[in-house]
């Protein structure tokens, strides 16, 4: 890419203020430009490190002024660039970030290669943003670069090697690749078991669970959601967000077993960790309403559960893209709650809605949609549409057929 047109990404994304300024004020102590930089970029990451967006995002914007005013580029500017991008995922402007992150790999790769190790952390994040933004096709495309410079480069026994398979399969799961996404995740948790990365450990414990769920391996499945919260209890401390998300699984893996009971505790324990440790309206407390409101539907608290749903929706409409495959899991089982309840039109209403948000985030033929699909199915049926519900059969049978044709060229 022109140097010219990595620039022009960089400043679009800046505030003002960080365009003008005086060096002798900002950085009395500097004997030059590129020492200012050097000084703003270290301050922004000191911002980062504590959660001060808007003073890492300044800081590391000045930063990119000074370097882009240099007369011949630098890693510098290429770190500046990854930098801003991952403060604006973090504030949730993941267009800008995208942007910056595209912006940082190009500049590495004329001034180092395309194929130069440096760019897998960086191509990681990226593709972390394209699953934020429920793109899961340039998400795959993104990891699977990543993967394939960390093999070229004999990496894949390093954290970046690993998270570059960790975060593929992420990928692989969305699209429905479940055995795909299951082998990878085997080979990216020694990795961080070795380094002794509890996160990244911990997250790949739930990740690996969750793709054994799909394809009903429970058993294994409830080992790993349990090694993953006692590691999290132990290593990270008991309050930790890591714990929550462990409590969570397991929870949903108890009430796919029917044990209501042995899942409410556990989600009203994550509820409680993740409203300490985040903001009312983020996303993963919209999460433990939607678990908890599955608790009370089939308990047939019905009124409870709708409120509980409803908050969760509202939550995640503003927290996620509107494509997000988790928003449209809450819409999907809100309508399995209003046939529950015999109210068929607003049933079919979020049925509809629930397929729409879910077939554009995954496709029209994503196994993951054949559950909801069956429901529809039903309703349709009692509701005598007995058209749309052929139709929908039909399309039901054919995403089968293709899953086990799939499953069975699987080696």
Known sequence: ?????????ALASISPAAETFDLKILCPTAQSPNDCAILTNNLGSVYFARGEYPGAELMFARAIVLWTAEPAPSLDLAKALHNLAAVYRQEGRYWDAVSLYESAVDLREVLTSTSDITLVPILNELGLVYLELADYARAERTFERALSIARMCQAEQTIAGADAMNNLAM???ELGRFAQAEELYRHALP???????????VA????????????AQYKEAEHLYREAIATAEQRLGPVDPNVALGLSNLGKLMAIKRKYSDAEPLFRRAEQIDRASFAADDQRVGYDLANEALVAQERK????AEDQYKRSEAILEKALPPNH????KVVARLATLYRAQGRLDE??????????????AWGPENPQLLNILQSYEALLRTRQEYAEAESVEVRTTRIRVVEALRNSNQP
Do not use: T
């Open 1 to 9: 890419m022109e140097r010219a047109f990595v620039v022009l990404l």
């Open 171 to 173: 990928a692989n799961r």
């Open 191 to 201: 990795v961080y078991q070795q380094a002794s990365d509890a996160k990244r450990e």
């Open 204 to 215: 790949a414990l739930n990740n690996l669970g969750s793709v054994l769920v799909a394809q």
């Open 301 to 304: 608290q019905y009124e409870k």
């Open 325 to 328: 495959p988790e928003l449209g």
């Open 347 to 360: 049933s079919e209403a979020q049925y509809r809605r629930a397929l729409g948000i879910l077939e554009q």
